[in-house]
């Protein structure tokens, strides 16, 4: 996740900075890309360097006390599995281009958010917006990226000549359309588990 995670924000950095010089922005944007990008390189140069020591990694967490072992455990189990991808140069293209194929999908999301306010914006505002968004959400805010997410897509629709009250619209809009189909699922899944949990619990 952490691999899949750092790989994304490479890909969306990348790509906002390859379109922003297209778009006449002021340099703080292109400051704020860079200090993004670079975030995100040097995320990847600490995976790369932990490579090496996942085993000493997992015997650490398995010296811990009873439940945080398991769980800490278990989590630098998953998170070597990630690792492995960096060793592999044809595991890290296939990464890539699923994280292309996902903020394709996030973009088109974001483009249907434009049109439901009845704006239509150049296909290259979608990275710039996007762009603008994933730094936002960076920044430690309340649950849900509520109120980063907002106000870092109004700065991004300010440089198309978006009013602020409707691309709040757009960015509540858009927001809604991300955030609550992941969490009905996540409940739905969780109410599942209880119940499997109950079940297996009154069987013994």
């Not at 198309?160 to 991300?178: D, N, R, W």
């Not at 699922?185 to 297996?200: E, I, N, Q």
Request: charged share 15%.
């Amino acid at each position: 996740m952490v691999v899949e995670r750092t790989l994304d924000g490479l890909v969306v950095m990348a790509t906002f900075l390859g379109v922003v010089p297209f778009v006449g922005a002021p340099g703080w944007v292109r400051t704020a890309g860079a200090a993004g990008l670079g975030l995100f390189v040097c995320a990847l140069v600490a995976l790369i360097a932990l490579r090496g020591h996942v085993e000493a990694l997992i015997r650490a967490a398995r010296r811990l006390p009873g439940r945080l072992s398991g769980g800490l455990g278990r989590f630098v189990e998953a998170f070597s599995e990630g690792l492995g991808a960096l060793a592999e140069g044809g595991e890290i293209w296939k990464v890539l281009l699923l994280s292309f194929g996902v903020w394709t999908v996030a973009m088109a999301a974001l483009y249907g958010s434009f049109l439901a306010f009845h704006r239509s914006l150049p296909a290259y505002s979608l990275p710039v917006v996007m762009g603008l968004m994933t730094i936002g959400v960076m920044i430690p805010s309340s649950p849900g990226y509520v109120g980063t997410l907002q106000y870092s897509c109004i700065l991004g629709l300010s440089l198309f000549g978006v009013p602020k009250e409707e691309a709040l619209g757009i960015s509540a809009f858009y927001h809604a359309t991300q955030y609550l189909p992941v969490t009905g699922v996540g409940w739905v899944l969780y109410a599942r588990t209880l119940k499997a949990d109950r079940a297996s619990i009154e069987g013994r």
